[in-house]
C-alpha cells in the first residue's frame, strides 16, 4: 500500500504514475488465443471436446456438452431457500431499474417536410460468459441476462467452464429466463459463441466477464460480433471523512481488493488519524478473510491512501476514472456532481459498493482500466440497436437534392450526385 499527501512536491506526477502503472496479467495470452479460436473455426465440435479433456480434463460429447432442462431445475431446487430468495429480490430489482432505460421510438417531421425518425428492436441473439474459477457467480447471470431478457432479447446463450455447476448460478439463469447452458469455457467457449461451432449456433454479441484468456479472444472476435467491453482488474475509490466508522471502510476497501491480486483500492480523505485507523482496521479484517491472500496481495500491490482535501477528489478521481467510487460524507452530492469519469458511484454512509454488485439494481458490469473516461457500464442499450427512418415526398426531396448533388460533386462520387439529380430531371 502507498501513501500520497495532496501537499506534497511531485504528488500529481508520482499519483499520475501510480494510476497508470499495469495491473493486467503480464503473461502474453494472444497466441494461444489465436489459435484455440483458429482450431475453433476450422474443427467446430471437434475442438470443443478436445479443448475440454485438455484444458479442463473432462470428458464431454455433443450430448453432454449442453446442460439439459431437468440439470436446470435439480440444480435451481438444490440451492438453499435463502439464496434462492436474494436472487428473485436481485432480479426483480435489476429487471425494475434497466426496463426504465427502454427508449422510445419517433417520428417527426421537419421544417423542410422531411420525415424523419429512428425504431428501436433487440439483438437476436447475445452469448453470456459467466466465470466458473475462484467461486460461483450468481450476480453475472443476472448482471448480464436479465437486461438482455428486459430488452427482448430472442435467445440467450450462456457458457460456462466444464465441471460442476453451482445450484446459486443455475438458480440464477433459471430467475433470469436462461435456459441454454453450455458447459465450455476459456477463449475457446468465446470462438463458439462467435462462429459457432457444432450444436451451439452463433451468437451476434458476447458480454459477461472472464480471465485473461476470455478478454484476449472477445478482442479478436471483435467486428464478426459485438462485445460489452475488455474487462480489467475491479477498482474502488473510497472517499470518507473522520466521521465514518472505519472498519466500515476498510470493509468496502476489501471488497474489490479481494476480487483479484491485481485489483486496486484507494482511500481519499482529509483525516490521517482516520487514514491510520482504516489502515489498522483494514490488516484486522484480513486476518479473517477466506479470500485473504489475494485481497493482502491486491492491498500491498495496488492498494494506496491519499491525504488530500476532500473538495480535490473529484479531479483526483476523474484522473483514475474508476469502476466504483463511493462518497463516505456528509454532502456526497456535492463532490459527486463534480465527477466526470466513473463507472458507478455510490453516495452516502450507508450505500457501500457491495449492494450494487447485488441488489441496488444498477448494472455492476462497469468500464475498468480508465475506460470510465469514454465508456459506460452494462445497460439496456448493450442489447438493442436503433434503425434510423427517413422519407421524403416530392416537395421535401426537391429541398434537399440540390445540396446532395452539390456535395457528392465535390467528394468525386458521381453515381451519388446522379441518383439525386435524375430525380430532378438533371440526369
Not at 448460478?169 to 458447459?183: H, N
Not at 489475494?294 to 494506496?304: E, L, N
Not at 459506460?376 to 434510423?388: E, P, V
Amino acid at each position: 500500500m502507498r501513501r500520497f499527501r495532496f501537499t506534497n512536491l511531485g504528488f500529481q506526477t508520482a499519483f499520475a504514475a501510480f494510476v497508470d502503472e499495469r495491473r493486467e496479467t503480464p503473461e502474453d495470452v494472444d497466441a494461444v488465443v489465436r489459435d484455440v479460436i483458429a482450431a475453433v473455426r476450422a474443427e467446430g465440435l471437434d475442438a470443443l471436446l478436445r479443448f475440454a479433456r485438455d484444458f479442463d480434463r473432462v470428458e464431454l460429447d455433443a450430448r453432454t456438452l449442453r446442460v439439459s432442462a431437468a440439470e436446470i431445475e435439480a440444480g435451481a431446487a438444490a440451492c438453499p431457500q435463502a439464496v434462492r430468495e436474494a436472487i428473485a429480490f436481485a432480479a426483480e430489482r435489476i429487471k425494475s431499474y434497466h426496463l426504465r432505460q427502454r427508449p422510445a421510438d419517433a417520428r417527426f417531421t421537419d421544417e423542410a417536410g422531411v420525415e424523419l425518425g429512428w425504431r428501436w428492436t433487440p439483438l437476436d441473439a447475445v452469448g453470456v460468459y459467466v466465470p466458473g474459477g475462484r467461486a460461483a457467480y450468481p450476480s453475472t447471470v443476472l448482471m448480464n441476462a436479465v437486461p438482455a431478457v428486459a430488452a427482448g432479447v430472442g435467445r440467450i446463450a450462456m457458457v460456462t467452464p466444464p465441471g460442476r455447476l453451482q445450484p446459486a448460478v443455475l438458480a440464477a439463469a433459471k430467475a433470469a429466463g436462461v435456459s441454454e447452458i453450455w458447459r465450455v469455457g476459456g477463449a475457446q467457449a468465446v470462438a463458439a459463441l462467435a462462429y459457432g461451432a457444432g450444436p451451439i449456433k452463433p451468437v451476434d454479441k458476447i458480454v459477461g466477464p472472464g480471465n485473461a484468456y476470455v478478454t484476449a479472444a472477445k478482442r479478436r472476435v471483435y467486428g464478426a460480433v459485438g462485445i460489452d467491453a475488455l474487462a480489467g482488474p475491479s477498482e474502488i475509490v473510497v472517499v470518507a471523512d473522520g466521521r465514518n466508522k472505519p472498519d466500515w471502510i476498510a470493509a468496502d476497501l476489501l471488497s474489490q481488493a479481494e476480487h483479484d491480486p491485481a485489483a486496486q483500492a484507494i482511500l481519499i480523505t482529509d483525516d490521517e488519524a482516520f487514514a491510520a485507523q482504516v489502515e489498522a482496521a483494514v490488516q484486522d479484517q484480513l486476518k479473517t478473510l477466506t479470500t485473504g491472500e489475494d485481497a493482502a496481495a491486491s492491498w500491498r500491490d495496488h492498494g494506496a491512501v491519499v491525504i488530500a482535501p476532500l473538495s480535490e477528489s473529484p479531479q483526483l478521481i476523474d484522473l483514475i476514472a474508476p469502476e466504483h467510487v463511493e462518497f463516505a460524507v456528509a454532502d456526497p452530492e456535492a463532490l459527486a456532481s463534480r465527477v466526470r469519469h466513473a463507472g458507478a458511484m455510490f453516495l452516502g454512509r450507508h450505500a457501500p459498493e457491495a449492494i450494487g454488485d447485488y441488489v441496488a439494481g444498477s448494472n455492476h458490469v462497469l468500464p475498468t482500466s480508465r475506460a470510465a473516461r469514454f465508456s459506460s457500464g452494462l445497460s439496456l442499450y448493450d442489447f438493442l440497436k436503433r434503425t434510423s427512418i427517413v422519407r421524403c415526398d416530392e416537395e421535401a426531396f426537391a429541398r434537399l437534392a440540390p445540396a446532395t448533388v452539390t456535395l457528392a460533386e465535390a467528394e468525386g462520387l458521381p453515381a451519388h450526385a446522379r441518383s439525386a439529380a435524375i430525380r430532378l430531371g438533371q440526369g
